[in-house]
């Protein structure tokens, strides 16, 4: 498949978000890695490829668009707004991905939509322009909603300590699992003698003190209670057809009311796209789905993927990142509420190339 191929389905994607109101913004190449690092954490560092500028200091081949679209809107942005872009984008390989059946592309090209608005229905507006774009290829339909997750686990009866190592760890599963069932169990005693030896080490005297403290702290935290693990990893685990998943949602609301309001948002969202002419059944919600996409995704997620390619990525995915706009927005004073996603071009090609034009 030509370079050429996959722009001429990546104009056609770009025809459709200008027809829903998009302007076309073409964010640099180059990004600072500050500005990432500090976002994405030093995760990204193994994602990325990093190299070092002798003006600009330590840069990255742009791995994501939303980060340069979101400054861009911060610095000159007017409200609401929509925008829209192609390019390439740039991610190493991830490890173990060494057999050739496995390999993805390091460099390829995404066509993105992004809305920033205060409009309550700007979930469901940006599902369904995706929804109608994708509709000749037949594809499955998934959503979840991170803040649902995130209500949850703020909602536990545990120290904040413990609820920031929660949310921190949310969208790694192992790792969550296993703080969760530390967390479960009694601690096991530690012993912090202070010897007569000097203090030593990288670290202050000051700071090793502190982190003694707060392991002694942790170590006197109350387990949680096997109830409360119960319902989280129910929660967690549902997965049904979206109307069938809102009902057991409903049910689990009332064992964790915190989860209300998500619920609620969930329903309002279902409503809409029913009122646009989709088949909410058609579409599949997966409690845990955001667990698996950008960190930076704290509302609804989705994801349109390829059912007779387990091995492929999403052909399209996407959702809402109110905190990243707000973190953003903060040097300029400003904070709205965005909702994106992006289409991969190449696979589109790959499934016949056959999407609507000229239609939003």
Not at 322 to 334: E, S, T, Y
Not at 345 to 353: A, F, M, R, T
Request: hydrophobic share 45%; glycine share 6%.
């Amino acid at each position: 498949m030509s370079k050429r191929q996959k722009q001429a389905i990546g104009q056609q994607i770009l025809t459709a978000f200008r027809a829903a109101g998009a302007a076309e913004v073409a964010p640099d190449l180059l990004l600072p890695a500050e500005t990432l690092l500090d976002l994405y954490g030093e995760d990204i560092r193994a994602r990325a490829y990093v190299t070092q500028d002798p003006i600009r200091g330590e840069v990255m081949l742009r791995p994501d668009f939303t980060v340069p679209v979101v400054q861009m809107h911060m610095e000159n942005g007017a409200e609401p707004a929509r925008y829209c872009y192609l390019g390439e984008v740039f991610r190493k390989q991830d490890h173990g991905e060494t057999q050739s059946e496995h390999l993805r592309d390091n460099e390829y090209l995404q066509a993105g939509f992004e809305l920033f608005a205060r409009d309550p229905d700007a979930d469901a507006t940006v599902f369904a322009l995706f929804h109608q774009i994708l509709a000749p290829l037949n594809l499955r339909a998934t959503m979840g909603d991170m803040d649902l997750l995130m209500d949850a686990v703020r909602a536990l009866p545990l120290s904040d300590a413990r609820r920031a190592a929660l949310l921190h760890h949310i969208w790694r599963p192992q790792r969550f699992a296993k703080a969760l069932a530390r967390f479960a169990a009694s601690p096991a005693p530690r012993n912090f003698s202070n010897p007569p030896a000097l203090w030593t080490g990288l670290r202050s005297q000051a700071e090793m003190q502190t982190r003694i403290d707060r392991l002694q702290a942790d170590a006197a935290e109350l387990p949680l209670a096997p109830v409360w693990v119960a319902r989280l990893e129910r929660l967690f685990a549902v997965s049904a057809p979206a109307p069938q998943a809102l009902q057991t949602l409903r049910a689990l609301a009332a064992e964790i009311p915190d989860i209300t309001e998500a619920v609620d948002r969930l329903d309002r969202n279902l409503t809409a796209l029913a009122a646009r002419g989709i088949d909410t059944a058609a579409i599949h919600f997966d409690a845990s789905h955001g667990r698996h996409t950008m960190e930076y995704y704290d509302g609804m997620t989705f994801s349109f993927a390829a059912a007779d390619r387990p091995d492929w990525p999403p052909v399209a995915s996407g959702g809402r990142y109110d905190a990243l706009a707000a973190v953003l927005g903060q040097g300029q004073g400003r904070s709205i509420p965005a909702v994106g996603g992006i289409i991969r071009p190449g696979l589109v090609y790959e499934l016949g190339g056959q999407i609507l034009e000229n239609r939003a």
